[in-house]
T-cell receptor, first 113, second 116 residues
């Protein structure tokens, strides 16, 4: 019940296209859903996060869609750029995100010019 | 700028030796810190929760005696890999929760451990 399932494992998108990564969870106590971007050899960096009281959150080219009833959330990267090529992790936590994070398996995104 | 630091960033050691990794919150106090391990091309797996002034809480399957955690102050947690072996080679990352902003967890830059 602690798992967060992420798909796809890898994704190739052309420059300017839309990248979509999906995650699903089981634990209804989760109340904080962040997305992290990680480059090789670096720690993860927060991209955008959402809480279950909203269904969508947009920050620049990044949008999270959240479906509470389906226990699913997704990351959309609009106008994908080669610099977006990285590994993306969804995660979930309870107590507003101040507790431990449970990470998805990760998606390796490659944006081709 | 960085709000959580780790030291060292990279360490190479011989099998059987112990290695200490430090995690510091730079401009805030953290009564709790989290330690993760990440193998190549895999996700971050929580190892333990470090609690200031009390014992760490380890995740199932993580050996307490092998991965010693000490939360000595409100800004410092250390992870000591004792009697390291090649299979302990990994990327170790810490995080610290911080209240008062949109971002709830700040991650360190990670420590690459290679055991020969």
């Amino acid at each position: 019940q602690q798992q967060v399932k992420q798909s796809p494992q890898s994704l190739i998108v052309q420059k300017g296209g839309i990248s979509i990564i999906n995650c699903a969870y089981e634990n209804t106590a989760f109340d904080y859903f962040p997305w992290y971007q990680q480059f090789p050899g670096k720690g993860p960096a927060l991209l955008i996060a959402i809480r279950p009281d909203v269904s969508e959150k947009k920050e620049g080219r990044f949008t999270i869609s959240f479906n509470k009833s389906a226990k699913q959330f997704s990351l959309h990267i609009m106008d994908s750029q080669p610099g977006d090529s990285a590994t993306y992790f969804c995660a979930a936590s309870n107590t507003g995100g101040y507790n431990k994070l449970i990470f998805g398996a990760g998606t390796r995104l490659a944006v081709h010019p | 700028g960085a709000v959580v630091s780790q030291h060292p960033s990279r360490v190479i050691c011989k099998s059987g030796t112990s290695v200490k990794i430090e995690c510091r919150s730079l401009d805030f106090q953290a009564t709790t810190m989290f330690w993760y391990r990440q193998f190549p091309k895999q996700s971050l797996m929580l190892m333990a929760t470090s609690n200031e002034g009390s014992k760490a809480t380890y995740e199932q399957g993580v050996e307490k005696d092998k991965f010693l955690i000490n939360h000595a102050s409100l800004t410092l947690s250390t992870l000591t890999v004792t009697s390291a072996h090649p299979e302990d080679s990994s990327f170790y990352i810490c995080s610290a929760p911080r209240r008062g902003g949109e971002e709830t967890q700040y991650f360190g830059p990670g420590t690459r451990l290679l055991v020969l």
